[in-house]
């Protein structure tokens, strides 16, 4: 076997032609010259300092009221009372609370929520597809000082709560007459003085567009855990991109590879998306957020039939081995898969690995065969015999690649269904990719990456977190806090199309943190 090696991006000035592009895609008034007019360009001494200086200078020219006030509510950099003109919600979706005691769930859209007298109310957010377009899901305090309340914040202390799917550790808010507030998944509250903010915001400029996260609650997920380096990822695809200078994508780090493998399909660019969309460098200013920050990622191919390649046997037997041998949890991402039934032609020796690794979770592409009537693909189909398989389905956001409005949470057509899934996640999202202009290798990003291959690394990465926040759970644990905390869209309770609904980063990460206080 090939020795494994870690891998660092290169970056050189060709690598960091996206700064025309990030430009635009942050305000389309901010162009490249722009940037090099300015006198932080000038000044800039080398790459490291360039990067920091394009960020600095984006940030100065970012539209709305600057933050004026430090929050001493939270313990994270985000939680900050900003001008409450920052804040917008969208008008169709209030929700409001009259009667003693009140358990209400927002939708996947920006919802403005109001409380009335109730002893007690609690909200539940569950993700906001609106929130790079402005609108929060925010909760209307505005006649009440925020120093006229007392809080008790999960990552501190919490309030444990079951809202029917088991207990989660939810924020509270507490009154001097007795009412009580419990919330989770919200982005924000407006009090009398300003607006708390309750969602983290990295500096990567394509953040703002990255619906599929904000969808699933992972910006206030992060609150909680932005990864675990105790948690291994391993990618089983079709191995890593490398551009001319030798180097993978420069928002991807953190990556083990046989030094074999890498570079040796340089016209498939699908395991570098799905990497990125797991596990893409954050908060560094530069190209889009993964959803994992902190874990190490293993990524091996096992597609395209290269010298080299192993089977997705021998792929999961090494990637167990490495994680054992540096004591880590360990998640599989396979963005793969063949449209087979259970039993014919499928691999019994992948199966044996997976049955005989209970801890070990696997996350696998239902498959996109869905407009021809098929079932779940091999190896997803594992999910209905095994409970540390995840198969995973793929929704719309808000439009198709063609401007098409959609609605929120809806299976996309291809994406196959059955007895087995487990659940769903975005598709049709922002991606690292490669590029070949006139016989030269470069790096960029894509806006529509598609395919439960994309859905499934969005489903990886939240695993991941919960993992993160929580080592000590089982594999099959983590299935079913994603099973039991995901957003219902379909027919109520688990249906065939959406397994238990779209996967939601904030209530599993909570529902984790509740086992781990000794919570059922």
Known sequence: MSLLTMLTPKLTSSDLMSVDRIARAVNPLQTRSEFEDSNLYRSASGLRSLRSAFSEWRDRRLSGARITQKSSFLDRASSTLPDTSQITTADNTITTFSVNTRQIAGSLRADLFRVGSDARTVISGNGNVDFGNGYRDLLDLSTVASSSVNFSWANQAGVVYNPGTGSRVFDAINFSDGRQILFEGLDAIQFADGVLNLSVTPNDPLFSQQWNLHMMGVHTAWRFTTGNSNVLIGVQDTGLVLGQNGAIHPDLSRTYAFWNQVGDDLQNNHGTSVQGIIAADSNNGIGMSGINWNSNVLNIDVLGGEAGDLSLTDAARSMISFARQN?????????????????????????????????????????????????????????????NVISVGAVWGTE??????????????????????????????????????????????????????????????????????????SAGQVKDILAQTSIDVGQAGYDRFTGSGVINADAAVRRAMAISRGYG
Do not use: C, H
Not at 407 to 412: A, F, Q, S
């Open 400 to 473: 198709t690649s063609r401007g098409e409005r959609t609605v929120p949470g809806t299976r996309i057509p291809y994406s196959q269904y059955g007895d087995g899934l487990t659940l769903v996640a975005p598709s049709e999202v922002i991606a690292p990719t490669s590029t070949n202009l006139w016989g030269t290798l470069g790096f960029d990003f894509e806006f529509q990456f598609n395919g439960t291959s994309a859905a499934t690394p969005n489903a990886t990465g939240v695993a991941s977190l919960v993992l993160g926040v929580n080592p000590s759970l």
């Open 327 to 387: 004591g880590q949890r360990l998640v599989i991402n396979m963005s793969l898969g063949r449209p087979d039934s259970f039993g014919q032609n499928f691999d019994q020796d992948f199966e044996q690995v997976v049955r005989e690794n209970p801890d070990v979770l696997f996350v696998i592409a239902a498959g996109n065969s869905g407009e021809k009537g098929e079932g779940i693909a091999s190896p997803a189909i594992l999910a209905r015999t095994y409970n």
